[in-house]
Structure formats: structure tokens, C-alpha cells
């Protein structure tokens, strides 16, 4: 069965730093990879996604992802991260086929100091 | 910018009673779903419709739980006698062919 490891629970940064929040995920294929990202008391919104081709995607917000194939990660990245970026983030893997169920990861929370 | 809605936004129930949250998708999509969030929790799978069945289900999707697509554009889950581990926040979510689900803001029951 796929699953998907966050293994941080909780990070904390400065506004203005850079981030990483980390992603492996387990599955036997290449699966559809993405990352949401929940804010409090609001539903899920998309940040972006990998289903194919170049490894590093681009989302919103001026987020950023890399699959990296051979450490089964895809771990989403920002370089300045704003206040406004305090959220949960969401890493979750779907099978290469049309209307499977998503799986999600734990979960980061993340914290942005001023 | 097409989006899901969900209503309530938020149902207080007592325990035993039967409750129905109500979703309309992305009026093209074909797949539709329902996840869960029990509070401090991960998101979690509970069951996909396609073509009006169930195509996949999860271990919490037992008897108590129904799911409808009563005409054109509702989704909806029932469930027939409420427990106090069902408060959670529920999810509704649609994809085309290409497996981007979009989601709603989401249900939150309250089971007292």
C-alpha cells in the first residue's frame, strides 16, 4: 500500500528565510505527487503538483517542488517564506489512475516568526 | 474559477441522529469524493463515486455510511446514526480525467 512521511511535525522559521519541508513517500511506480496546504479552519487548496517531465515544478505562491526518484522524495521548497505562509502543508501521493483515492502525509505545521 | 461547495459549513448533531453533508462539485468532473479530518489529524480517505457507484472505499466507510449523487450536480454522504467519533471535519472533493482533485472548505460535525 502507498503511504507518505512527513517527518516534520512542526518547523519554525524567520520571515524572509528560506524553506524545506520534506516528503518520501512509498509506492511501487511513479505516483502523482502533490502538496497542499491548509490554513486554519479553511479547506485544502493546491500548491502544486508532479504527474510527469521536468522534476522540479513550479506552484503558487512561489512555491516550489523536486521529485527526486532515487530518495523517494518530493519536498517543497520556498526561498523567502512571507507571514502569510504560516499553514499546515500537506505532502499527498495518488496511483496512476483516474478517481484513486489521494493519501496524505502527517502534516507540517508551519510557523513563520517576524 | 470553478470551485466545490459544501454545506453546512458546520452541523452540530447529538448522537444517533442521521446527518447528510452536501457537496456540489466541479459541474464537468466525473470523480467525486469524500476525506475526513478528525481535529489535529491527517486527511483521510473515505470513499470515491464514479458513473454513480462507489468506485473505492475505506475501512472507516462502514454501514453507517452512505454516499448519493441525488441528480445533476449534488454529492452527498450520509451518515445513518451518528457517534462521537464521528465529529470530524469532512471533505468533498471532484477530478476530471487528469486526477487533480479540487476540494471544498469543508464540512465540520459536531457530535455531542
Known sequence: AQSVTQPDIHI????????????NYSYGATPY???YVQSPGQGLQLLLKYFSGDTLVQGIKGFEAEFKRSQSSFNLRKPSVHWSDAA?????????????????GEGTQLTVNP | ??????????????????????????????????????????????????????????????????????????????????KLEDSAMYFCASSGLDDEQFFGPGTRLTVL
Open chain 1, 12 to 23: 519554525t522559521v524567520s520571515e524572509g528565510a528560506s524553506l524545506e519541508l520534506r516528503c
Open chain 1, 33 to 35: 505527487l502533490f502538496w
Open chain 1, 88 to 104: 499546515e502543508y500537506f505532502c499527498a501521493v495518488v496511483q496512476e489512475t483516474s478517481g484513486s483515492r489521494l493519501t496524505f
Open chain 2, 1 to 82: 474559477e470553478p470551485e466545490v461547495t459544501q454545506t453546512p459549513s458546520h452541523q452540530v448533531t447529538q448522537m444517533g441522529q442521521e446527518v447528510i453533508l452536501r457537496c456540489v462539485p466541479i459541474s464537468n468532473h466525473l470523480y467525486f469524493y469524500w476525506y475526513r479530518q478528525i481535529l489535529g489529524q491527517k486527511v483521510e480517505f473515505l470513499v470515491s463515486f464514479y458513473n454513480n457507484e462507489i468506485s473505492e472505499k475505506s475501512e472507516i466507510f462502514d454501514d453507517q455510511f452512505s454516499v448519493e449523487r441525488p441528480d445533476g450536480s449534488n454529492f452527498t454522504l450520509k451518515i445513518r446514526s451518528t
